[in-house]
């Protein structure tokens, strides 16, 4: 199945050296973006330093506002503090949601663990509603598994 066969791809990508740490974020965000295609926006966040608030790092997908997002704001910054996943079926049915794009119909956030402590999250957005499943979940939590490693 897709998820399978993206795998040895993500870890291809994460063990080049030659590459930055941030070029390969990058690269693993066009991997998902261009190979499923409900995932129409991908972008990692991680804490800002010592605030509690999380900044953007890379990302494919429209350019957004949201560089900076206060730590329990939206999706984002409630999986910051709650250190869980957080799957959307509908964005529209959310009180503490932060609109990027008005085509949005639902967003998975998968929170990123390094030595225990959440420091970040990938965050994808879909225009198609209700399309995540537990393996999507299953799949970016491995994704951010691999990605903690080079950090
Ligand atoms: N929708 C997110 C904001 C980030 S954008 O999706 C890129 C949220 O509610 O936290």
């Given at each position: 199945?897709?998820?399978?066969?993206?795998?040895?791809?993500v870890?291809?990508?994460?063990?080049?050296?030659?590459?930055?740490?941030?070029?390969?974020?990058?690269?693993i965000?066009?991997?998902?973006?261009?190979?499923?295609?409900?995932?129409?926006?991908?972008?990692f966040?991680?804490?800002?330093?010592?605030?509690?608030?999380?900044?953007?790092?890379?990302?494919?997908?429209?350019?957004?506002?949201?560089?900076?997002?206060?730590?329990?704001?939206?999706?984002?910054?409630?999986?910051?503090?709650?250190?869980?996943n957080?799957?959307?079926?509908?964005?529209?049915?959310?009180?503490?949601?932060?609109?990027?794009?008005?085509?949005?119909?639902?967003?998975?956030?998968i929170p990123l663990f390094k030595?225990?402590?959440n420091i970040g999250q990938i965050?994808?957005?879909?225009?198609?509603?209700?399309?995540?499943?537990?393996?999507?979940e299953?799949f970016l939590e491995f994704v951010n598994q691999e990605v903690a490693k080079?950090l």
């Open positions: 199945m897709l998820f399978e066969e993206l795998k040895p791809k870890y291809q990508i994460l063990n080049n050296n030659d590459q930055s740490v941030t070029d390969r974020l990058h690269l965000c066009k991997l998902l973006n261009d190979s499923i295609d409900y995932y129409n926006w991908v972008g966040y991680f804490k800002n330093g010592d605030k509690e608030e999380l900044k953007l790092s890379t990302y494919v997908g429209e350019e957004t506002d949201h560089v900076i997002i206060p730590f329990g704001k939206g999706i984002c910054g409630q999986v910051a503090v709650s250190n869980q957080f799957v959307v079926p509908d964005v529209q049915a959310q009180d503490n949601y932060i609109a990027c794009s008005l085509t949005v119909k639902s967003e998975i956030v030595d225990g402590e965050d994808i957005d879909s225009e198609t509603p209700d399309p995540f499943t537990e393996k999507d299953r080079i």
